[in-house]
């Protein structure tokens, strides 16, 4: 079936410093969407992108969806110990109204 | 209030068994999910269904059977052909092309 790659797979930063996650797609995707799972919780939804080119900010998050739309990215801006967690792109084929493909997620671990 | 409920949220079980998981969901949403996800890893889908009486097969659906007679409940059973059924289980339901709403989970340990 239809697959994803996150990159990467983990993430280190001291707070303060930014962070990033990349989502690619081989095919064209009808929309994505980005969730957060914290440690020991469930995923909870952040953002959905479905206009080519499209960038969207939350504050010190900024997401952004590629013009052919295979690929997206979030940034955090001067991370902060909230938000420590696991980041999961999960995009939409165009053929679903339902079905999300889940990325494999990056985790956010910020060093003591 | 609204929202997904599971339970339990820990859930033991002994080589053999079957187990039933419970979600149910007061928001309307025609459309739910079950995912498991293993220890560091991603979603994979187990099985969905956009209706009442209808569901379809997800990715690892072998294993796993499910029933969707009310519009509120999605009700999981992990049988015993499940060789390796020691996960957390996500349920989840959502509208149209929306995002999905997920419920705390359960976490399941076969003993």
């Known amino acids: 079936g239809q697959q994803v790659m996150q990159i990467p797979q983990y993430q280190h930063v001291q707070e303060g410093e930014d962070f990033t996650t990349y989502c690619n797609s081989s095919?064209?995707?009808?929309?994505i969407q980005w969730y957060k799972q914290r440690p020991g919780g469930h995923p909870v939804f952040l953002i959905q992108?479905?206009?080519s080119g499209e960038v969207k900010k939350q504050k010190r998050l900024t997401f952004q969806f590629g013009e052919a739309k295979k690929n997206s990215s979030l940034h955090i801006t001067a991370t902060q110990t909230t938000d420590v967690g696991t980041y999961f792109c999960?995009?939409?084929?165009?053929?679903?109204?339902?079905?999300?493909?889940w990325g494999a997620g990056t985790k956010l671990i910020i060093k003591p | 209030d609204g929202g997904i409920t599971q339970s339990p949220k820990y859930l033991f079980r002994k080589e053999g068994q079957n187990v039933t998981l419970s979600c149910e969901q007061n928001?309307?949403?025609?459309?739910m999910y079950w995912y498991r996800q293993d220890p560091g890893q991603g979603l994979r889908l187990i099985y969905y269904?956009?209706?009442?009486?209808?569901?379809q097969k997800g990715d690892i659906a072998e294993g796993y059977s499910v029933s969707r007679e009310k519009k509120e409940s999605f009700p999981l059973t992990v049988t015993s052909a499940q060789k390796n059924p020691t996960a957390f289980y996500l349920c989840?339901?959502?509208?149209?092309?929306?995002?999905?709403?997920f419920g705390p989970g359960t976490r399941l340990t076969v003993l």
């Open positions: 928001l309307n949403h025609d459309a």
């Open positions: 095919t064209t995707l009808s929309n």
């Open positions: 999960a995009p939409r084929p165009p053929d679903s109204n339902y079905q999300l493909i």
């Open positions: 992108l479905v206009k």
């Open positions: 989840a339901s959502s509208p149209p092309s929306g995002q999905q709403f």
């Open positions: 269904s956009q209706i009442v009486n209808d569901f």
